[in-house]
């Protein structure tokens, strides 16, 4: 498989698809040839009876990316709800080997690619397949990097998520502390926290509306 990185969170609207645009644009403008994928989105928008992949156009236009965001994206569902759910609303399940495929077609176009999930990592996919999120980067063999808030209970909930994908045998590559007030006592704190309990470095932090993100380590390899 080609290089990438998989952008989990610790649960959904942490910022994974804000993040993402931002890694993608900076890995861009430093001279990385970066790509983006999605292999699932749910609560896609609906304008003149035209689809629009939210999470999708909005890291496409952030990062510069042209052509259309549809196209990187494998499943794109109306409601807005776990992408299980969606699928089984709409009546077409999720495949395990078509997102396998779509990213292989994907990584063809660059030299790294950004692929985003959906919800947290145990969001699940496909449930008479047994499948969820964190079989994504299991089956593309991509390092992960989890997205957390910066604020009040981030301690309890990246704890978890990175417990759980440390179970599971994947290779994190770092935190990206997201919403976070470098002048806040209790977000300073909680990265010193997080940093201990975990045993994983916060390489990133995002303040509210940033345009970039300062990281202290590369993700490209």
């Known amino acids: 498989m080609k290089k990438g990185i998989f952008i989990t969170a610790t649960g959904t609207d942490v910022g994974k698809t804000y993040v993402s645009g931002l890694l993608t644009k900076q890995l861009r403008e430093s001279g990385i040839d970066c790509g983006y994928y999605k292999p699932v989105l749910s609560g896609a928008i609906v304008e003149n009876d035209k ?4 999470d999708a156009e909005h890291v496409t236009q952030t990062a510069g990316l042209g052509g259309n965001s549809i196209e990187r994206v494998s499943y794109i569902f109306k409601p807005a709800v776990s992408p299980h ?15 396998i495929e779509d990213f292989k077609n994907a990584a063809e176009k660059h030299n790294f690619t950004v692929v985003e999930g959906a919800g947290g990592i145990i969001c699940p996919l496909n449930l008479d397949e ?6 994504i980067p299991k089956a593309l063999n991509l390092d992960v990097i989890v997205v957390a808030d910066g604020g009040l209970g981030t ?3 990246t704890f978890l998520t990175v417990d759980f994908i440390k179970r599971l045998g994947l290779n994190i590559k770092g935190i990206i502390l997201n919403k976070f007030e470098p002048e ?5 704190d909680n990265l010193r926290v997080v940093e201990r309990i975990c045993g994983v470095k916060v390489i990133g932090t995002v303040a509210k509306d940033a345009e970039k993100i300062e990281l202290s380590e590369a993700i490209y390899e």
């Open 85 to 99: 759910l969606a699928s089984e609303i709409e009546g077409r399940p999720i495949n395990l080997n078509k997102i």
């Open 184 to 188: 806040n006592f209790m977000h300073r």
């Open 51 to 54: 689809i629009i992949a939210g």
């Open 130 to 135: 047994n499948l969820f999120i964190y079989d």
């Open 155 to 157: 301690i309890n909930n």
